[in-house]
């Protein structure tokens, strides 16, 4: 069942009101204005800030997180794993290029809310299981060293994030445009696997 417009036009001008100022100093009135609605309106759709906010949260998290849980958990070869999760991951941070920095703030400021009901954490939790099982049967195999799960998605996810999150960093020393910066992402989608599969190697016998 689609969302009604006026729904929808309050979800984005949230996601825009939150990204820029956080949960804590966002007003649901200047949200109300930025959706072309009344205040009454908006806490008909939503009854709190807490609760309008929750739905934006969760859906970015979702966004950030599940898509690609559910490809690391799926039976795909580890290479072509590797490269789907990365290309996923950066397409979608560069359609929304402020959702890393957002989410990993606002977790930073509450980390309740990685047990919140509204977060399907489980079933995240057991897609990394499967990528980790995955992994341990490889190295069995010899195909590739013993590595901890854990280890390689701080490393895929911190490889993919922290450009985007040190952005403005980035940009000055490197004196790339937004444009620059984006095809420098895009580069990424081969060179993040390459990195990470050639980490993975069983080393040559000495």
Do not use: C
Not at 54 to 59: H, L, M, Y
Not at 106 to 118: D, F, K, R, T, V
Not at 140 to 147: H, L, M, Q
Not at 186 to 191: A, E, G, L, V
């Amino acid at each position: 069942m689609e969302k009604p417009a006026a729904e929808e036009r309050i979800l984005d001008a949230a996601w825009n009101i939150f990204i820029q100022k956080g949960k804590a100093a966002a007003r649901m009135q200047e949200i109300a204005d930025a959706a072309g609605i009344n205040k009454a309106m908006l806490h008909y759709y939503f009854r709190s800030k807490d609760r309008l906010f929750e739905v934006v949260f969760f859906r970015a998290l979702e966004d950030l997180l599940s898509s690609a849980a559910v490809v690391l958990g799926s039976p795909m070869p580890l290479a072509p794993k590797i490269e789907s999760v990365v290309s996923m991951y950066i397409d979608s941070i560069l359609e929304r290029p402020a959702l890393p920095l957002f989410v990993i703030s606002e977790i930073q400021a509450n980390p309740g809310l990685l047990s919140h009901e509204a977060f399907e954490k489980e079933e995240i939790q057991q897609e990394i299981s499967l990528f980790g099982d995955q992994l341990r049967m490889a190295a069995e195999k010899g195909d590739i060293r013993r590595v901890e799960p854990e280890h390689l998605l701080m490393d895929l996810l911190g490889m993919i994030m922290l450009p985007f999150t040190a952005k403005s960093l980035f940009l000055g020393l490197m004196d790339w445009s937004d444009e620059e910066f984006v095809v420098e992402m895009n580069s990424r989608k081969k060179s993040i696997p390459a990195m990470l599969m050639a980490s993975l190697r069983v080393p040559n016998p000495v």
